[in-house]
C-alpha cells in the first residue's frame, strides 16, 4: 500500500533537495552538510521516480515465508484494522530486543493490525560506534537476541541513513517489513556493514520477491529520498518529551497506535513488553485472530529466520523448552541453526 501522494508539485525546499542529491550515491546522502540539513526540513509533497523505458512488467510472485510473516494484511469487512505506526531503525538494538514481542503480536493479531515503518536516521555519519555496541550487548542481555557487536568496534557503518533509504525503496514494492528484518540481522547478528548501494541490493536479492530493477531505481530515486525525510520529519514531530536525549527525535522503538481513521489512541515510547503492547492494540479496538500459539514449523513458514527468544515467545515455550524443542528438530532434520556470536538463527530445514 502506498503513502497517498499531496500533490504533483513540490515546495522549493524539496526541489532543492532533488537537486542536491542528482549527484550523490546513497552511500553519500549522510555526508553531505547541505543535504543533511535539506532533509531534516518540511518536505510538502512527493513525486515518482522517473520512469525506465527499459522496466518491464513483473508477474506477481509467491511470498518466501519471511515475506508471509511481514506480508501486508488482507483486509477483511469484519476486521477491524488498527494502524500502528513503528519509529525504528534498521541498526537500533533495542528494535531488535523488541522483535520476539511484536512477532508474538503478529501472530495474535494477524490482519488486524497494520504496520507503518518510520525510519529514524539513528546514526548520522561521525558518531561514535562504541555506545551503539554497548547498546547492543545491552539490548542482547534484556531480551535475549543474538548479537554480534564486533561490528562496532572494527568498521562500523559509517551511516544508518543509506540503509533507512533502502528500506523506503523496498516500501515502493510493498510492505518493506521483510526487508527491514534482513538489514537488522546483517548489521546487529552477521557483522555486515550495509552503508553501500551495493550490499544494500544483495539484502534485497536475499531476501526475494523484490524487482531487483525497480528497488536499484527507487534507490536512487528523489521521490524515496523525499519520503525518508517525511519520515525524519515525523520522528521530530512527536512530543518533546519522548524525544531521546540530545537527538531531537522520539526514542527508539517507539509505537503509536491509531485507529482506521488515522485517530491516536495511544503510544508507547521507548522499549517496551508484549503485555503493555497488547493493551495499545486492544484499546485501539484491534481483535485477536488467532486461536492459540503455532508450532515451531508453522511460526518458522509464516516469519523465516526466528531467534530462539522469538520462538519462546510466539510459540509460548518458556525457559528451556523453546531450545530443548528446536534442537530436537535440528537432530529431526526439520530446522537448521545458523550459528552467530552470541546464539542462533533457525530456518526450516
Known sequence: MRELRHGPGLAPKALELVRVADDLGVHQLDRHPPLEGLVKRPVYGRHAASPDPGLEPVATVELRAEQRGHALPHILSHVNVVQVRYYTDPACPWSWALEPALRKLIQEFAEALHFRYVMCGMLRE???????????????DRAGMPVDARLWLDGAPTSSYPACIAVKAAAEQGDPGPYLRRLREGLLCRRRKLDMGDSLVEEARAVGGLDLA???????????????GADLELAAAVAPEHHAP????????????????????????GFTDYATMRDGALEAGAEPQSSGPPSIEDAMRRFGTMATAEVSSVCELPGPRAPSELWRLAVEWRVKPERLASGELWTLA
Open 246 to 269: 540530545g537527538t531531537g527525535r522520539v526514542r527508539l522503538p517507539s509505537l503509536e497506535f491509531l485507529t482506521a481513521d488515522g485517530e491516536m489512541v495511544r503510544g508507547l515510547y
Open 126 to 140: 561521525g558518531a561514535d560506534p562504541i555506545p551503539q555496541a554497548r547498546q547492543a550487548l545491552e539490548a542482547s
Open 214 to 228: 525497480r528497488f536499484r531505481i527507487a534507490l536512487a530515486s528523489h521521490a524515496t529520498l523525499e519520503a525518508f
